[in-house]
């Protein structure tokens, strides 16, 4: 029995370890790839010989063609520069061949991800959870930003195939494809680092404001002197935030709460000042504040801000949550006995439920659930003891950073 038991306690340690292992793979995993993108000189090179490949592919298009081969015969390359406008992209037939070349870049790219993954030791889909969670987390802390999964993106193969094809055509048989992809991955990196930044400026706004309504966010917007990119977006831009503007118009018009939320205005105040300069940015912040401080507010709006001041100063890197039950302690520091009582647990026990329909993995309350819940704590007290308490616990929690 004793040697059973001692068998049994070595094969637990073994799996324990075997666990352990495993965890600690998946947790680095995501930077493997990361190196593995970037530094790769077989992946690099697969990509450079696929490119070089198809660079000179050939449509024979004697009707529509506008180039010649090297024997002369007339039709299009497939990947030399597009036309201004689509229709003659369309007469030039290309749009369906490239996409099929673009489908063999994707699987060689998979394969080769997939490949890498395996050396590893770890199953492709528990590497597809991990990215998972990645992408929440980059949401949430705003330090890593992975993006060499857009390299299978169209828009992005399409960019290589053709700057490769231009550089080549213009003597440089220096610059290798895979070059131009990394730079392109990491611009993209660098320009998703700026977005989540700004968003993280917009999002505070939008919530002091206690925005819904788009319509108003468009009148502020559009206001002649609400501050202008000193560079302009271009055309398609343009088109594509109009056709936004009014998809998003039409959805709430058609709402039953007549209602746009916060983090779809959030993302369409993000992406219309992607042309903004730093300084255009922070001079457009500055005058969406001034709006906000100039509005006319009642009572209850009056309350709602109060609670907005005290929301931003416990959620300080500003994600939009805060965990539920750490925040409920720290209301407690306040000695009132409503705050120890029968009544601020059945207000309590009410949240909690409310919360953990829509958020079963983690007690996180975000800052309208956090409204409701500090206006129905505080519901029977008058706005001017509604204001002391609410500013103290803003006041002790700025002390207690402090």
Not at 222 to 247: F, H, I, M
Not at 308 to 322: H, K, P
Request: glycine share 4%; net charge negative.
């Amino acid at each position: 029995e004793n040697g059973n038991l001692e068998w049994v306690l070595q094969f637990a340690a073994m799996a324990a370890l075997r666990r352990y292992n495993t965890i600690q793979r998946m947790n680095t995993i995501m930077d493997q790839v990361d190196i593995w993108f970037f530094s790769n000189d077989e992946f690099a090179k697969k990509i450079n010989e696929f490119v070089e490949r198809h660079l000179n592919d050939f449509i024979v298009d004697q009707e529509n063609g506008v180039e010649r081969d090297d024997t002369g015969v007339v039709g299009n390359y497939l990947f030399s520069a597009d036309d201004d406008d689509d229709e003659g992209e369309n007469r030039r037939r290309r749009a369906h061949r490239r996409k099929d070349v673009h489908n063999a870049f994707t699987e060689l790219f998979e394969v080769s991800l997939e490949e890498f993954i395996r050396s590893k030791r770890i199953a492709f889909d528990q590497f597809q959870q991990v990215f998972q969670i990645s992408q929440d987390e980059e949401v949430r802390d705003g330090e890593k930003f992975y993006r060499w999964v857009d390299a299978a993106e169209y828009e992005v193969f399409l960019k290589v195939m053709q700057q490769t094809f231009a550089n080549r055509r213009s003597g440089d048989s220096s610059t290798q494809p895979c070059k131009i992809l990394r730079e392109i991955i990491s611009k993209r990196m660098e320009d998703a680092r700026l977005a989540l930044r700004r968003r993280k400026n917009i999002r505070p706004l939008l919530d002091e404001w206690d925005l819904y309504d788009f319509n108003q966010l468009l009148r502020v917007l559009q206001d002649p002197s609400c501050p202008k990119p000193t560079v302009d977006g271009g055309q398609e831009e343009k088109k594509y935030l109009a056709r936004w503007r009014v998809n998003l118009v039409q959805q709430q018009r058609e709402s039953t709460e007549g209602k746009t939320s916060r983090e779809v205005m959030t993302e369409y105040i993000g992406r219309s000042t992607e042309q903004y300069s730093d300084q255009d940015f922070t001079e457009l912040l500055a005058f969406i504040k001034s709006h906000i401080e100039k509005l006319p507010l009642n009572e209850a709006q009056k309350r709602r801000r109060l609670v907005w001041q005290l929301f931003s100063v416990l959620d300080q890197r500003y994600t939009g949550l805060l965990l539920f039950e750490p925040t409920l302690k720290f209301l407690q520091r306040n000695p009132d006995e409503r705050f120890h009582g029968k009544e601020f647990k059945k207000v309590q026990s009410k949240w909690a439920a409310l919360i953990k329909k829509s958020n079963t993995e983690k007690l996180e309350i975000d800052i309208e659930q956090f409204q409701g819940f500090i206006g129905e704590l505080l519901a029977d007290l008058p706005f001017p003891e509604f204001e002391r308490t609410v500013s103290g616990w803003t006041a002790l929690k700025v002390d207690l950073d402090t």
